[in-house]
Structure formats: structure tokens, C-alpha cells
């Protein structure tokens, strides 16, 4: 298992950004597919975007498409989530998770094995 914590998150007016962070310990990100989650109270948890081992790809949810950027720092072994042009609807808890067995980027829960804790993020109108 690899273990994450992520970080970042916040209160921020619409149309404001927030960058949100996660590191790993345990193993290395660069080994994995990482990605980023969220969930708000009573719905499932869904995906947001995910980058490959080899660093070549990402991939992101409709919603987010052009708004937030997801990124890795592999000597710091820490992903991020560049989030802007926030919305109300994008406050959620950001959960930052690991597939520790693909090899090509999926959007399903059910294919990462380590999870974060979460950080809060919310957007006011």
C-alpha cells in the first residue's frame, strides 16, 4: 500500500482557485497511476483526473476540462490539482488515490486501492 495525505483545500469565492496537493509515502508515484476523486455528503464519490505512470497522459472529467490541471512532482513524490474558474458546484472533499496495479488510467473507484483522507474544498456563490 502507499500511503496519502493530501492538502490544500480551503474556502474560496467563485471564479477564485485553489491548488490542492497530495504525498505519497510508502512507494513511489512515479510507479503508479494517481489520481483525484470527489465527493460530496450522500453522493458517490467521482472521478476528476488521473495521470499516468509514465507522465505522458492525463486524463480529466468533463466538468473540469479546462479548469483544473493535474500535475506531479516525482523527486517530491506529490501530486497536485491545479483548480480554477472554481464554481459552487465544484465544493466537494478531494480525496487523491493510487492504482497500484493498472496500466491504463481508469475513472472507476473500484481499480484504486490507497485513498487519502480527503480535504475540503468549498466555493461560495
Known amino acids: 500500500q502507499v500511503q496519502l495525505v493530501e492538502s490544500g483545500g480551503g474556502w474560496v469565492q467563485a471564479g477564485g482557485s485553489l491548488s490542492l496537493s497530495c504525498v505519497a509515502s510508502g512507494r513511489a508515484i512515479r510507479n503508479y497511476i494517481m489520481g483525484w476523486f470527489r465527493q460530496a455528503p450522500g453522493k458517490e464519490r467521482e472521478f476528476v483526473a488521473a495521470?499516468?505512470?509514465?507522465?505522458?497522459?492525463?486524463h480529466y472529467a468533463d466538468p473540469v476540462k479546462g479548469s483544473f490541471t493535474m500535475s506531479r512532482d516525482t523527486a517530491k513524490n506529490t501530486v497536485y490539482l491545479q483548480m480554477n474558474s472554481l464554481k459552487p458546484e465544484d465544493t466537494d472533499a478531494y480525496y487523491c488515490?493510487?492504482?497500484?496495479?493498472?496500466?491504463?488510467?481508469?475513472?472507476?473507484?473500484?481499480?484504486?486501492?490507497?485513498w487519502g483522507q480527503g480535504t475540503q474544498v468549498t466555493v461560495s456563490s
Open positions: 488515490a493510487a492504482d497500484l496495479y493498472g496500466d491504463y488510467i481508469s475513472t472507476q473507484t473500484d481499480d484504486y486501492a490507497s
Open positions: 495521470i499516468h505512470w509514465s507522465g505522458a497522459t492525463t
